[in-house]
């Protein structure tokens, strides 16, 4: 449904964000960076998209007064994709928004990128989208490299896995009055401390079109042949796969 094999990455934006019951801070860069190096966006487009490419659900943004501009998410993206020009500056006003709901003494401090992507694909269209990421989870590498006959042995503390994104969201240039069409991907647990980057900081409701109630029904078809087809009927494992294809 969401596929980025003609998409790429045109802006990048990172800042840090504390945790504010913590009494950490947010520090801001003062300018979005330079994107030189074309192994280094290929990466970080793998980091950011390929989560995505098994996104079922598609969001859109609401607010409980029904004003979308009181959504402060929605406001900031709709200014960027009116005006390029501004998108540094709205995403130091997305992190300040995302320090203001980061009030649960458990949420993990961490790196937030804002990203600006040209053709970008979902349900057959390509379009422009911003991406909003957070990394919290950091790692320790191996590093093992050719030293005088042999090789020497070194490691990096707080690194980042590319193939583990944290938290992120896409928000495509399409439906602006409908509150736009958003993916959202969030690989932290399902506990009260971790709700809050959807239902909080981007403040998201299911979008309920043909399209999703295909993809529900779909999703309730495929689990009962995974789980239960074979309790009730004897069918061969060929059969199963057939039908879930």
């Not at 990421?133 to 590498?141: A, G, I, L, Q, R």
């Not at 809050?196 to 900081?201: I, Q, V």
């Amino acid at each position: 449904m969401i596929s980025f094999f003609e998409a790429s990455l045109a802006e990048l934006s990172i800042h840090r964000i504390g945790n504010k019951a913590q009494d950490e801070f947010y520090v801001l860069s003062e300018h979005s960076i330079a994107l030189k190096d074309n192994l280094l966006s290929n990466l970080l487009q793998q980091y950011f998209l390929s989560p995505f490419e098994k996104t079922n659900e598609i969001y859109h943004f609401f607010h409980p007064n029904t004003d979308l501009n009181l959504n402060e998410v929605y406001h900031f993206a709709a200014q960027i994709f009116e005006n390029g020009d501004l998108f540094h500056e709205n995403s130091k006003e997305l992190a300040k928004y995302l320090y203001d709901v980061s009030g649960h003494p458990k949420i993990k401090a961490g790196e937030l990128y804002v990203a600006f992507f040209e053709n970008v694909q979902i349900e057959g269209q390509l379009f422009d989208a911003i991406g909003i990421f957070k990394s919290e989870t950091k790692e320790t590498y191996l590093k093992v490299y050719p030293e005088n006959d042999g090789f020497g042995l070194s490691y990096e503390e707080g690194a980042i896995n590319i193939n583990k994104l944290d938290k992120g969201c896409l928000i495509f240039n399409t439906d602006k009055e409908e509150g736009f069409r958003v993916a959202v991907i969030d690989q932290t647990n399902k506990s009260a401390e971790a709700v809050y980057w959807k239902d909080e900081f981007l403040k998201l409701k299911i979008r309920n079109d043909a399209f999703n109630q295909t993809n529900n029904v779909l999703g309730v078809y495929k689990n009962f042949v995974t789980e239960h087809l074979d309790q009730d009927f004897e069918i061969s494992k060929a059969d199963k796969i057939d039908l879930l294809n």
